[in-house]
Structures are given as structure tokens and as C-alpha cells.
């Protein structure tokens, strides 16, 4: 995906992608995201992932690292946090360019609820999509691509966990619980 | 004979007080059930059981003797209430009272409800940053882990299952809470078996119901019996294979657990 630098309209470290998604909707953003996580301990720490914006709805989604694009693109920048993420905003003549492939596609809502867990984050980019992007099929069917292919990659969750083991037990070293531990 | 369950999520909306009430009340019709409100800081038990005017909470048992905020007349049986068949332990909302309660005096609390309980069931808070928000975890048995078909909410959910097992605490079992399409979601849960290592007790679908329980301050079972995510909790609850112990040991472990000395 060839996207024009555009116009860096804000750069945040953040806890997790909610926040991004809902500046993009909010200043009805059209242009992209980059997600860099932060977490070195993760394979892919040194790639990105992208998602474009058309007035504050995300449109595609790809990764740098894995050059996947859609649903599970969404899966492979989903990382336990944190990102620092960059907002770009890109001039009314390159608005074609945050459209791209059909296959980097995703559909209005599935960023935030799925990779965000925000579902009234998803309510309101869906009621903002315009109708021709397929609201109705998030509030029928609703696609968990982008969580199957989180699931489906066994060295992402396993770092998750191994992480996270690690983390409780230096933890309870520092609460004094460590004579709990297994 | 008891059994301790922490009802646990590493996020916050997943619905676990509706889960620990729903899951507590289905018990209930096999087991001598106590539910407390272990997410103290918090607590939203009270909310879910009518129990908004409950004189005496967990928070008074908490609070250290002679601490300006507590009150010292205050025994365990007083925090109890007999509710929609179960005993439930409320905690307080006072953020002064979360302030000036001990954690390590919570061990004592739950050794004393487990003498008089088949299944204890933990609602435990939605993080893991303090070691008051580990302790449930800590002393319980085993976890049940309530997620939604999100990727954050499973990433967490995982998250508990280790700071769980790292303790000693199993996982009894998955709830997929607030589904909003239970097929699509299927797939999700098979997937997610891989990792959890205890079965998926029941995917809830996302209800009014539960809602409108909740604003009627009462458990979803005796709310709405018949609505699709109570009938999900029942056949959770059937799935839970509840395993008994001897409540002695589980007394004694509750009161040998090293516990931090503040919140």
C-alpha cells in the first residue's frame, strides 16, 4: 500500500488502540494510522501496522512485518501494549489512496470492537460509515476474522503468556507473595 | 467441603458480577453458595443483590481495629446477607474505606465464609497492578475466566490464567460474556480451548435482560429465568465441576496464605 506521508497531526505513546481510533473518528480523520508497538519482547516489535481512515471510519488494515492485510492484519498489531501511534492526515486529492486493495479491507466497526474491545467505539464508527460500507453486516453477522487470526498464531500467544508469567512473578517478589508462587 | 473460585477477567466490562450472581445462584440450587465482593475498590456487588442499603460490608471487616474509618463491633455473620438462596458477603463503595482496609485481613474473612460453604465464589477486581487485586486470585482454588470475543479481552483473559497458575490456581473454566452473535463466536471459543486450560463453561449472549436485571438491583436468574443468557449461566454452573474438599484445609490454607501488609 502506497499511502503520501501527509500531514502528522498527532504521535502519542499509548495503553492500547482505543484511543487512536476514537481521535481518528472524532476529528473525522481522513489518512492513517501507524501502530508501532513498544514491547521488544514480541517477534514482531519492529513492525507496523497500518489503518487507514476515510472520514474517521477505518478502511484497510495491513502489517509491515507479516504483509498481511485486512482482519487478520488487525490481529497481527495486536499486541498487549503499549504503541506509539502516529495520526496522519492526507490532502482531499489523495483521498483514493486510503482505500486500497479489497483485500486489505475491513469492515467500519471491526477495528474497534475487536481490536479494541470498545463496543460503543464500534457503534459510533458504524452509525458514521456511510452505507455503502456494509453496516449491515456488523450488526447481523458479525466477522471475528480478526480474532481467529490472533488466536490462530501460537508464537504471538505464547510471548503473551511468557510474558505474563514472568510479570507475576516479578510481582509477587515485590508484594511479598512470592512464597505463594508454584 | 468447599470449594473457592475466583471469578476473574484482566478487563473491565466483561460482566463478571453478573457472572459470579448468575453463577452463584445456579450453584445454589446443589450447594451451599457464598458470594463476596472481592473487587474492593470496586465493589458493585451490592448493585447486583439489592443490597445498595447493607449496613455492615466487607470494607468494616477490613478495616484495621481502631482505625478512625472502621468499626470494630462489626463480625463476619454481619456482613452476610441471605439472598435469592446463596449468602452474599457486599462490599462497600467508600473510597476511604478502600483506603484504610487491610488486604492481609482478608484471608480471615474468607477462611470464616468457607467453614459454612460448599462453593465460595470470588468476584475479583478487573486488574492485576496491586496485591490486593491478586489476593482472590491467590486464595482461591480455582479461576473461573470471564472474557468477551475480543482480542484485548482474551489477551488478558490469558494474562489472568498465568498470574492464576503462577499462584497454584487452576482454571475451572471460560465464560464468553456479552456475545452479541453467539454462532460467530463458536469459532472463537474453539480456538480459545487451545490455551485456557478448562473447558468453555457457557458463551452468554449480550441481553437486555442482564441490563435490566442490573438496574432492578437483581440477580439476572431471578430478573429474567428464562432469558437466553440465564439459561447460558445454568448450563455454565452444570458444567462447573464443582470439586469438594475438606473445609478445615481449605481454612487453614486461606489463613497460612502470606498476604500483603497494605493495599
Not at chain 2, 219 to 233: D, G, V
Not at chain 2, 238 to 252: F, N
Amino acid at each position: 500500500m502506497n499511502l503520501p506521508r501527509g500531514t502528522l497531526v498527532r504521535s502519542r505513546v499509548v495503553g492500547d488502540p482505543a484511543a487512536a481510533l476514537s481521535t481518528a473518528l472524532d476529528r473525522e480523520l481522513t489518512g492513517y494510522a501507524v501502530f508501532e508497538p513498544q514491547d521488544a519482547l514480541l517477534l514482531d516489535a519492529d513492525s507496523e501496522g497500518v489503518v487507514t481512515f476515510d472520514d474517521g471510519v477505518p478502511v484497510c488494515a495491513y502489517h509491515t512485518g507479516t504483509g498481511r492485510g485486512g482482519a487478520n492484519a488487525l490481529a497481527d498489531l495486536a499486541v498487549p501494549g503499549p504503541y506509539s501511534v502516529e495520526l496522519r492526515e492526507l490532502p482531499a486529492d489523495d483521498r483514493e489512496a486510503v482505500r486500497g486493495e479489497s483485500d486489505l479491507r475491513v469492515a467500519p466497526g471491526t477495528a474497534a470492537d475487536r481490536l479494541a474491545g470498545d463496543p460503543d467505539l464500534a457503534e459510533r464508527t458504524r452509525a458514521a460509515a456511510p452505507s455503502e460500507r456494509g453496516r449491515r453486516d456488523e450488526t447481523g453477522g458479525e466477522s471475528m476474522d480478526a480474532v481467529e487470526a490472533f488466536l490462530d498464531d501460537d508464537e504471538k500467544i505464547d510471548a503473551i503468556r511468557n510474558r505474563a508469567r514472568e510479570e507475576a512473578r516479578t510481582r509477587a517478589e515485590q508484594w511479598g507473595l512470592d512464597s505463594e508462587l508454584e | 467441603m468447599v470449594e473457592a473460585f475466583a471469578v476473574a477477567s484482566g478487563k473491565g466490562g466483561t460482566g463478571k458480577t453478573t457472572t459470579t450472581v448468575a453463577l452463584g445462584m445456579a450453584l445454589a440450587d446443589e450447594y451451599d453458595v457464598t458470594i463476596v465482593d472481592a473487587d474492593t475498590g470496586m465493589a458493585n456487588l451490592l448493585f447486583h443483590t439489592g443490597l445498595t442499603d447493607a449496613d455492615a460490608t466487607l470494607h468494616d471487616l477490613l478495616v484495621a481495629d481502631g482505625n478512625e474509618d472502621g468499626r470494630d463491633d462489626v463480625t463476619v455473620e454481619d456482613a452476610v446477607y441471605d439472598r435469592f438462596g446463596m449468602r452474599i458477603v457486599p462490599c462497600g463503595t467508600s473510597l476511604d474505606a478502600f483506603e484504610a482496609a487491610d488486604p492481609d485481613r482478608l484471608r480471615e474473612v474468607v477462611a470464616e465464609l468457607a467453614a459454612d460453604a460448599d462453593v465460595l465464589l470470588l468476584d475479583s477486581p478487573a486488574a492485576l497492578g496491586s496485591k490486593s487485586a491478586v489476593l482472590p486470585i491467590v486464595l482461591a482454588d480455582r479461576a473461573v475466566v470471564v472474557v468477551q470475543p475480543t482480542i484485548p479481552a482474551l489477551s488478558d483473559g490469558l494474562k489472568v490464567q498465568e498470574y492464576a497458575h503462577s499462584y497454584g490456581t487452576d482454571t475451572a473454566g471460560v465464560v464468553f460474556n456479552k456475545v452479541h452473535d453467539p454462532d460467530a463466536a463458536e469459532s472463537v471459543a474453539e480456538k480459545a480451548e487451545r490455551y485456557f486450560d478448562g473447558p468453555t463453561l457457557a458463551t452468554v449472549p449480550d441481553a437486555d435482560a442482564a441490563r435490566s436485571a442490573r438496574r432492578a438491583g437483581e440477580p439476572l436468574l431471578a430478573h429474567a429465568p428464562e432469558s437466553a443468557a440465564a439459561r447460558a449461566y445454568r448450563t455454565a454452573a452444570a458444567d462447573l465441576d464443582v470439586r469438594a474438599g475438606e473445609s478445615d484445609d481449605v481454612a487453614d490454607r486461606f489463613r497460612s496464605a502470606v498476604v500483603p501488609e497494605s493495599p
